[in-house]
């Protein structure tokens, strides 16, 4: 059910979450926002701890990425020739302007962006069934934290607890049972009893990783 009433995460957007959200306002790094007690389904206690990742796990953001950058360069590319997580090192653009590029795509197209697979938000919801708690972690510039979470909204992406990452402390340290992520340098500080799953994309097929899926329903079937 979507509420009726608004709460303010900056200054100049207004979001109506799917969900009923508080929002931590002590201006501490990450953003934590977590589900108001007695919103969620009624199903067995969580006992594991389930993140996430938003970019390229739930969100196909890099097809929209890279129209934005034929775009801007005349140079037509596409996601599958993102074949590096380093773009710089097979494109001719600085680190700043991917960043850059990224935070345009959030801010101004971020309704482009489609999900990873249809009706992904069901798939977060059977997860959170299977008695998980789903933390949702996503490292990224500031300015685009109120239109990604506006993105989840859109998408009905269920979500215990919803994390913006802005400095350079890495997802291994947060609080979590399994990972799945895109990005190899998440994966690499994973050590036991942690464990992670990998999102098959382009720019990881290089990296050595023993459990690898195509999708967020693949990897449901392993929890």
Known sequence: MRLQSLWRLTSLVRIRPAHRYSINTHQLLPIVLTIAEGTAPKVTEAVKTVAIDVDSVLADVM??????YSKRTGKRVTKKEIVSWDIPTILPITPDQVYRYFSHVWKHRWREIPPTEPDVGDVTKRIHRKGYRISIITKRERPTAPYVAMWLDLHHIYADELLFVFDAVPKANYPFDMLIDDAPK?????????SAILFNQPWNKDFDWPVRVDSLSEAEKLL
């Open 63 to 68: 097809p929209v990425w890279t129209d934005e």
């Open 186 to 194: 998440n994966l690499v500080d994973v050590i036991a009893p942690k």
